[in-house]
T-cell receptor, first 114, second 112 residues
Framework: DAGVTQSPTHLIKTRGQQVTLRCSPK?????VSWYQQALGQGPQFIFQ???????QRGNFPDRFSGHQFPNYSSELNVNALLLGDSALYLC?????????????FGPGTRLTVL | GQQVMQIPQYQHVQEGEDFTTYCNSS?????IQWYKQRPGGHPVFLIQ?????EVKKQKRLTFQFGEAKKNSSQHITATQTTDVGTYFC????????????FGQGTRLTINP
């Protein structure tokens, strides 16, 4: 039973560029949430997708957008990268109908913006 | 906005000593979850507390949820070197959709 997978594991970009990160949820899960974790901080909620729609959003600008596909996998897109976007980006999957939303995290994508 | 505060930020103990981290929310929570993140790793789910005043134990770990469902604590008895890592609390807030709000974490280091 595959857990949550993310790609790529590491990425280096320059300011102003755009990036796409990918996530495949744990088998059987239908909900994907994305988090940004800066060094030494807790994960910050970016947004959540289920049924291919963004359902909840944290305090992130419109430069952050996403998508969920029919197979429940998801992408996170960040446009016009800033130095401050450097962080570990975590994808977490869950089962929507499960009360409590226990999250299974993927290994993350380490994004460095130069 | 909704905030979850966690203290202390860092804790260094001798192996065998106890350790406690505290979590406080500005908002009443639907539940509280605890995660552990090893250095270089990703958060791993430990436990979830749902009921007011709930106490749960996992071997040497004890978790409590406050009566007002705004605070929680995690206590480790007789720490071992394998307990090293950062412990996060995360409060579940339901306003339409469900959202987890993480605390800043408590980084635990242990002197063997």
């Amino acid at each position: 039973d595959a857990g949550v997978t993310q790609s790529p594991t590491h990425l280096i970009k320059t300011r102003g560029q755009q990036v796409t990160l990918r996530c495949s949820p744990k088998s059987g899960h239908d909900t994907v949430s994305w988090y940004q974790q800066a060094l030494g901080q807790g994960p910050q909620f970016i947004f959540q997708y289920y049924e291919e729609e963004e359902r909840q959003r944290g305090n992130f600008p419109d430069r952050f957008s996403g998508h969920q596909f029919p197979n429940y996998s998801s992408e996170l897109n960040v446009n016009a990268l800033l130095l401050g976007d450097s962080a570990l980006y975590l994808c977490a999957s869950s089962l929507r109908r499960t009360v409590g939303l226990e999250q299974f995290f993927g290994p993350g994508t380490r994004l460095t913006v130069l | 906005g909704q905030q979850v505060m966690q203290i202390p930020q860092y804790q260094h103990v001798q192996e065998g000593e106890d350790f406690t981290t505290y979590c406080n929310s500005s908002t009443t929570l639907s539940n509280i979850q605890w995660y552990k993140q090893r250095p270089g790793g990703h958060p791993v789910f430990l436990i979830q507390l749902v009921k007011s005043g709930e106490v749960k134990k996992q071997k040497r770990l004890t978790f409590q949820f406050g009566e007002a469902k705004k605070n929680s604590s995690q206590h480790i008895t007789a720490t071992q070197t394998t307990d090293v890592g950062t412990y996060f609390c995360a409060g579940l807030i339901i306003q339409g959709a469900q959202k987890l709000v993480f605390g800043q974490g408590t980084r635990l280091t242990i002197n063997p």
